[in-house]
């Protein structure tokens, strides 16, 4: 009976050994940065190569897929070194529900496959404020950092707008580089205000607490073919450089005297770029896009 009962521990012991080494395989939560959905690690940080922060893309190795891995995964967890940090969910790339919180776009996501974006749909009140970036969390950046796997990327700032009338305004950004090596970034002053405006829609005057929006009359003229792009386009912006940028419109819609909020999404290039062609001689290029708002007065 000894024997037996010796027997029937041993082999429960086993069993539990074999459930907790394929909870272990299958949902353990490591260290750094990770994704979960359905109970299961889908990224670590054995996957992904860096995360610019500026834009919140993930940059993911050779053997992972955006197509494959990531895209039907539906609701997912954002972990940082073994602590939930917040919740999301998969949308459409196009879609038309309302939508709020962080969110990963399924294709056409408009990023290659080897990208997942990771967006914050952010509410607005009346006077301009916005719910706070639960993508901006610090313990995700220390996670990060444990595997140099953080790229702060570039931020920009709207400096000043200057409304003289409607045919002579102009925004002048702040660009900076918070990174220690080099970036190629859309140059409006290469490429013409035309082509910029294909990937941005610019400069916008808000007056949130009457609905009420007023922005440039300027066409876009789109690259031949839709999905090329040049490198004549870009410049160079060093590490830790900031750089003055100054945007001037001759067609801008009549705005009344009065307090405001001025809008701007700086972007970057998206789809049009292969994974391959990242890095160029001197830097790499930034892929994204950053939204900047800020009070100002028209007189």
């Known amino acids: 009976m000894k024997k037996k009962l010796t027997l029937l521990i041993i082999i429960a012991v086993a069993l539990i050994s074999c459930e907790k080494d394929e909870l272990d395989f299958n949902g353990e939560i490591k260290d750094g940065f990770c994704i979960v959905a359905n109970d299961k690690v889908v990224l670590d940080h054995n996957d992904f190569e860096y995360y610019d922060y500026s834009t919140h893309l993930i940059y993911m190795k050779d053997s992972k897929s955006f197509v494959d891995d990531i895209e039907s995964i539906g609701e997912f967890k954002i972990f940082a070194d073994k602590k939930e940090i917040f919740a ?43 719910t706070p970036d639960l993508r901006e969390d610090e313990r995700i950046v220390e996670a990060l ?113 009065g307090e405001y909020n001025a809008t701007f999404e700086f972007p970057g290039l998206r789809y049009q770029v292969e994974k391959d062609d990242l890095v160029q001689n001197n830097g790499q290029i930034w892929l994204g896009e950053i939204n900047m708002i800020k009070n100002i007065t028209i007189e």
């Open 88 to 130: 999301g969910q998969t949308v459409p790339g196009f879609h038309s529900f309302l939508t709020t919180g962080p969110i990963i776009s399924t294709h056409p996501s408009g990023y290659g496959d080897y990208i997942i974006p990771i967006e914050f749909i952010q509410i607005i009140d009346t006077l301009g404020n916005v």
């Open 145 to 257: 950092k444990r595997y140099n796997q953080f790229h702060a990327g570039l931020s920009c700032k709207i400096n000043s707008v200057q409304y003289l009338s409607s045919t002579n305004v102009s925004v002048e950004l702040i660009l900076k580089n918070e990174d220690p090596f080099s970036y190629y970034y859309l140059d409006p002053d290469k490429m013409g205000i035309n082509l910029f405006h294909y990937f941005t829609n610019g400069l916008f005057i808000k007056d949130f607490t009457n609905h009420k929006s007023y922005t440039h009359v300027t066409e876009h003229s789109q690259p031949e073919p839709w999905n090329s792009w040049s490198i004549d386009w870009l410049s160079i912006i060093n590490g830790n450089e900031s750089k003055t940028i100054t945007i001037s419109y001759d067609s801008f819609e009549q705005v009344p005297s």
